[in-house]
Each structure stands twice: as C-alpha cells, then as structure tokens.
T-cell receptor, first 111, second 113 residues
C-alpha cells in the first residue's frame, strides 16, 4: 500500500512562479525523500530530510517536514520550464531500507 | 561514474513468452531494488537484495516472476510466462546503504501483446 500520498496530483504554473507539493504519510519514518521523474526516464533523487529535521534547502528547493502531522512539503521557487516533471515523495520506515513511494504530482511549468 | 544500467530499454513480446530484464547497479552499492510502474498502481517495489541475497520478495506478484542476483554487478528479473497485464515500466535501483538515496536506471518499457 502507498504510504506517501502527494497533493495535488497535477499542478500547472507559469515560469517564474513558485510550486508547492505536499506529501502525507501514515506511520513513523526514519527519513523522507523527494524524487523527480522526467518523462521516459528513471527517478532522480532531489533531497532527503531526516525525522529530526524540520526544514532543508537545496538550491531552489525547500523541503519541510512536520512529523506531528505526518506531512512534508516541497517548494520549488522561481520555477523554470525544465522543472516540468513528476515529483514523488518516498518514506523510509526503517523496514529493511525499503522506500514507499506516493503516487506523485505532475508539474507543468509553462514558458 | 556510470549510473544504474538497465537493458533492454524497450521490449515488445507476445503473451506466453519468457521475458528477461537486466540490471547493473552502481559499483559499491550493496542494495538493489526492482520496481514496477504503471498508471493504475504507481511505483511498486517487487523485490530487493542486500549483498546479493534476496531480502524481501513480498511484492512479487506471482510465481511467474523471479529475480536473481548472481553477483554484485548483475541482476535479472524474469517473467515466465508473460501476460498482457505485466505490461509496465520496470525500474532497477541501487543504494549504498540504509537510509541513503536510491539511484534509478532509466527503466525497461515492457509491452506484452
């Protein structure tokens, strides 16, 4: 079963705008990871946030984690057309190094 | 560094045929994962290996699916006999250790007619 559920399922914005995607999960985690998937390609790791962290930055990416609400958000600032992709959250529940992926958010950034 | 390498990239075959998907993980990575991605079910973990040993195969849909890892640099996922409902994109991923990011190959797009 899918632990991480992304919201929204699809998002369309203009270049330069910010994009926010949310992820909710059900049971406690060791860490939560965000991945990007371009059409026809494999998933690419973006950022990992551990359960004792609340916020993490990487370039134009900002991830927050609220373990009390079992939720995370991914913010992409100043979006570009090249950011068009599907974004997945994945949760590590300390179950033998397995990750559980959500259904993803399809982001379209219009030039 | 070379990433995870999967072959073939595309496979089209008829129902009932045997299908073999191949994966070469990143050198030094101790964990290897096989996933299946479909529109209906999203990304599902089929099986994973640690140091070439299968650890959890609870995601393997049925006995028609089997996976092996004869050495640290090679793994196969076999479907025999194949069925149309097996059509999907199959991904292989590897990671260095627990709690580390996974590195994915570009997948095999499998179509069973």
């Amino acid at each position: 079963s899918q632990q991480g559920e992304e919201d929204p399922q699809a998002l369309s914005i203009q270049e330069g705008e910010n994009a926010t995607m949310n992820c909710s999960y059900k049971t406690s985690i060791n860490n939560l990871q965000w991945y990007r998937q371009n059409s026809g390609r494999g998933l690419v790791h973006l950022i990992l946030i551990r359960s004792n962290e609340r916020e993490k930055h990487s370039g134009r990416l900002r991830v927050t984690l609220d373990t009390s609400k079992k939720s995370s958000s991914l913010l992409i600032t100043a979006s570009r057309a090249a950011d068009t992709a599907s974004y997945f959250c994945a949760t590590d529940h300390n179950a033998g190094n397995m990750l559980t992926f959500g259904g993803g958010t399809r982001l379209m950034v219009k030039p | 560094d070379a990433g995870v390498i999967q072959s073939p990239r595309h496979e089209v075959t008829e129902m009932g045929q045997e299908v073999t998907l191949r994966c070469k993980p990143i050198s030094g990575h101790d964990y290897l994962f096989w996933y299946r991605q479909t529109m209906m079910r999203g990304l599902e973990l089929l099986i994973y290996f640690n140091n070439n040993v299968p650890i959890d195969d609870s995601g393997m849909p049925e006995d028609r699916f089997s996976a092996k890892m004869p050495n640290a640099s090679f793994s196969t996922l076999k479907i025999q006999p194949s069925e149309p409902r097996d059509s999907a994109v199959y991904f292989c991923a590897s990671t260095r250790g627990a709690g580390q990011p996974q590195h994915f190959g570009d997948g095999t797009r499998l179509s069973i007619l």
